[in-house]
């Protein structure tokens, strides 16, 4: 299983930044799909979840300006962030677990090598 991500960038405060994640070697639908992130000098994260039954799940930090999405037919994640602040900067990681709930580490069976996102004051 691999998980590929891409749209990461710099961005001023206010902005808005798509990632995307595409999966391949995922053979079956009964997953979770989510994104962690890991700041300087901060514990990584899980920040949002969707599950196999398309139930998303946000943490608060997140919550009403970032939009995860799923194109099963593509295998591909979304991760809509707008209204960006610097605390948003961090490392953004794909995931993917048999779990139902892909915020937690221990539920994490895959992960994407990581794409970097920067908001600037």
């Known amino acids: 299983v691999q998980l590929v991500e891409s749209g990461g960038g710099s961005v001023q405060a206010g902005g808005s930044l798509r990632l995307s994640c595409t999966a391949s070697g995922l053979t079956s639908s009964n997953y979770c799909w989510g994104w962690f992130r890991q700041g300087p000098g901060k514990e990584r994260e899980g920040i949002v979840s969707?599950?196999?039954?398309?139930?998303?799940r946000y943490v608060d930090s997140v919550k009403g300006r970032f939009t995860i999405s799923r194109d099963a037919a593509k295998s591909t994640l979304y991760l809509q962030m707008n209204s960006l602040k610097p605390e948003d900067t961090a490392m953004y990681y794909c995931?993917?677990?048999?779990?139902?709930?892909?915020?937690?580490?221990?539920?994490?069976?895959?992960w994407g090598q990581g794409t970097q996102v920067t908001v600037s004051s």
């Open positions: 969707i599950d196999y039954d398309s139930t998303t």
């Open positions: 995931v993917a677990g048999r779990g139902s709930v892909c915020l937690y580490d221990y539920a994490i069976n895959y």
